[in-house]
């Protein structure tokens, strides 16, 4: 199976994950929820619960974009320049770094949405500081991977 595959796979589960998070414990819930932290990770701003299908909306269009995007390689930039010698090589890198990205995200995406639950749920638990700084970490090593492999593959 193709690495690709994995990630779809890998995506798609973490897509289920985030959702049902929200479908198993939506009833519960109390009608206001926090949906902002400070850096402490207490909450310091509120919405209605219904505010939580936001998230796997965003999450669904953000796998649905990254899944189109990847399936047309040749028409994203490149940090080099694509020859007719290294289009295979380029393009199949760029769909990798799609796969991985889009699973990358709605991992986040499911577990900013357990963490919001979890504060929901338990008043005065406090939000992981690292489900802030954590995506940032991720999203800009997965970048700079990428863009590091496709010098090495020019």
Do not use: C
Request: proline fraction near 7%.
């Amino acid at each position: 199976m193709r690495s690709t595959n994995i990630l779809q796979i890998l995506a798609l589960i973490g897509f289920v994950a985030g959702l049902a998070v929200i479908i198993t414990k939506y009833p519960s819930l109390p009608e206001t929820i926090p949906i902002h932290f400070d850096i402490q990770g207490k909450a310091d701003n509120f919405a209605p619960k219904h505010w939580l299908w936001s998230a796997p909306v965003v999450s669904a269009a953000l796998y649905a974009l990254l899944t189109v995007v990847s399936q047309f390689p040749q028409i994203t930039n490149y940090p080099v320049a694509i020859t007719s010698e290294n289009a295979p090589r380029q393009y199949e890198l760029m769909q990798l770094f799609m796969g991985l990205l889009k699973t990358e995200l709605v991992w986040i995406f499911a577990f900013i949405q357990w963490q919001v639950v979890r504060a929901a749920s338990l008043p005065g638990f406090p939000f992981n500081s690292f489900v802030v700084l954590s995506p940032v970490v991720v999203i800009f090593a997965t970048v700079g991977w990428y863009i590091w492999r496709a010098y090495q593959l020019r």
